[in-house]
């Protein structure tokens, strides 16, 4: 498979634990991007790298978020001191310089 | 600010009918759209998009069109099968592509 793939795809986690998400984009692609998506609403831009460049953060990602794309391949998205208002999909997009991305198929994240 | 709007949170049709998706955004700058379908359990999939220089788009069955004046755009499914019952997210970015905004999807169900 030489899609999008995100892990891990679900993940439960108490409050104040810290979780992180691994992306691993379409290899030829320079452009990744998070986006976080809650029931009925459509996915919200989270952050945006090219390469290994963090290119923009949407002021959504505060400070306990963090976001790492070393080497300008795979991605890691760290929610430090979870909240019960994280619990959303989290997903992941990959790009070759064009607008129209491949997306994982999501991390679903509960904080209990 | 909901930049790109979905009116019409559900949608049925019968199969072999038209389908007719709306989308309306309210940011000038906006000048590439896209639109995106998504099947639960499973991350948005690139469906067709239009530059602003076009008013339309086509491929196979599905078509865009794009009213700049009335900051307005259409996806257009003819033939509609049951295999396209999905939620259906218009998006859209400004030159530069870093950020796409989505709209609230809209679900279609296709009546066999």
């Known amino acids: 498979d030489t899609g999008v793939s995100q892990d891990p795809r679900h993940k439960i986690t108490k409050r104040g634990q810290n979780v992180t998400f691994r992306c691993d984009p379409i290899s030829e692609h320079n452009r990744l991007y998070w986006y976080r998506q809650t029931l009925g609403q459509g996915p919200e831009f989270l952050t945006y790298?090219?390469?290994?460049?963090?290119?923009?953060k949407s002021r959504l990602l505060s400070d306990r978020f963090s976001a790492e794309r070393p080497k300008g391949s795979f991605s890691t998205l760290e929610i430090q001191r979870t909240e019960q208002g994280d619990s959303a999909m989290y997903l992941c997009?990959?790009?070759?310089?064009?607008?129209?991305?491949?997306f994982g198929q999501g991390t679903r994240l509960t904080v209990v | 600010d909901q930049q790109v709007k979905q009116n019409s949170p559900s949608l049925s049709v019968q199969e072999g009918r038209i389908s007719i998706l709306n989308c309306d955004y309210t940011?000038?700058?906006?000048?590439?759209f896209l639109w995106y379908k998504k099947y639960p359990a499973e991350g948005p999939t690139f469906l067709i998009s239009i530059s602003s220089i076009k008013d339309k788009n086509e491929d196979g069955r599905f078509t865009v069109f794009l009213n700049k004046s009335a900051k307005h755009l259409s996806l257009h499914i003819v033939p509609s099968q049951p295999g396209d019952s999905a939620v259906y997210f218009c998006?859209?970015?400004?030159?530069?592509?870093?950020?796409?905004?989505f709209g609230t999807g809209t679900k279609l169900q296709v009546i066999p």
């Open positions: 998006a859209a970015s400004t030159g530069g592509y870093q950020k796409v905004t």
């Open positions: 940011n000038s700058m906006f000048d590439y």
């Open positions: 790298f090219q390469n290994e460049a963090q290119l923009e």
């Open positions: 997009a990959s790009s070759l310089a064009k607008p129209e991305a491949f």
